[in-house]
């Protein structure tokens, strides 16, 4: 039997998709192959094997590859990749410098402008945690504000650099509104990204590696219904998804290719999850998850049903995938 170590939980926000992610993972272990190890990280990064408390260097003796089921920092920018790098320990998912990248939406855009891809102009606000003054709007916030104005057009989306499932995410319209938004933003302690918002199908579309003798296996485009402005984190949890999609096959073809070329500009490994706006004035990327969340109902969870997979042959193919690198 191969040990399986499945990674969840963590220091992110997304703590809790991780759990759910890292559940679905467990339960879909095809049990004559795979001995599950449930390997929970808490929100104070302690690391538990059944509810006990355990380091890196004694988990590695009971598990034999791990499922990354995290989401978020720690976890989906690196830093989980490279601990298990240094043991030794196989893993499911991108290495950590591509993870890095892709987890960084200022990096990560500026990739895919050099190589051509239409993605929303934007501004990345670096270094903010030292700007908050208690009390009142500080005077850097107002001078950033006017660069941000001066320089894309509004509607505006704020975000953090790192982060993901909309966390902490403003959609500004006016300046006071791209002022309160930044405001709200710089506690944070986080840089920061503003592109200007595009209307139009917002559509997410996965690629999985080496899948059905393919080496770039392309999932359905999966399309989003909003029921606000767009796709926060309340949506996220509960999304309504087409798949198929209302798009045109010249559009599902675009979008595919795309998310294809995303992966690759960034250096992705095994699998991923690309995030679009569709328009009449073409495809706009926005940005790619390296660790998408495989929850029931979530977007490539979607996207595997429209091809008539399954979650357990994700997990298995993903674990295969693994296998073949231990050294």
Request: aromatic share 6%; proline share 6%.
């Amino acid at each position: 039997m191969i040990r399986v170590g499945v990674l969840r939980g963590g220091m992110s926000d997304e703590f809790e998709v991780s759990v759910k992610t890292g559940a679905n993972v467990l339960s879909s272990l095809p049990s004559d192959k795979y001995k599950p190890v449930d390997i929970l990280i808490t929100r104070d990064g302690t690391w538990h094997v059944n509810g006990l408390p355990k380091t890196l260097e004694e988990i590695k003796v009971t598990v034999d590859v791990v499922f990354n089921a995290l989401h978020g920092e720690y976890g989906e920018d690196g830093q989980v990749a490279q601990l298990l790098e240094e043991q030794k320990i196989p893993y499911t998912g991108s290495t950590a410098v591509p993870s890095a990248l892709a987890m960084h939406k200022g990096m990560a855009k500026d990739a895919f402008r050099r190589a051509g891809l239409r993605t929303p102009a934007h501004m990345l606000l670096e270094d903010c945690r030292d700007s908050t003054i208690v009390g009142k709007i500080p005077e850097k916030i107002q001078e950033l504000a006017f660069r941000v104005f001066k320089s894309i057009p509004p509607p505006w989306v704020l975000k953090p650099a790192k982060g993901g499932s909309s966390q902490h995410t403003y959609v500004a319209t006016t300046f006071s509104g791209l002022v309160d938004g930044l405001a709200r933003l710089f506690p944070l302690g986080n840089d920061l990204v503003v592109e200007q918002y595009i209307e139009g199908k917002e559509v997410s579309a996965g690629v999985v590696e080496n899948f059905r003798r393919e080496r770039k296996y392309p999932l359905m485009p999966v399309e989003v219904k909003k029921s606000g402005r767009y796709f926060d984190y309340a949506s996220k949890q509960d999304p309504t998804l087409l798949c198929p999609s209302s798009l045109s096959r010249k559009e599902k073809e675009e979008v595919t290719e795309l998310a294809e070329k995303a992966h690759d500009i960034l250096g992705l490994r095994d699998y991923s999850i690309s995030d679009f706006i569709v328009t009449p004035r073409g495809v706009y990327l926005l940005e790619v998850n390296n660790n998408p969340g495989i929850t029931n109902g979530s977007i490539i969870t979607k996207g595997l049903e429209a091809a008539g997979a399954s979650v357990k042959e994700l997990v298995d193919h993903l674990l295969t995938l693994a296998l073949g690198r231990k050294r």
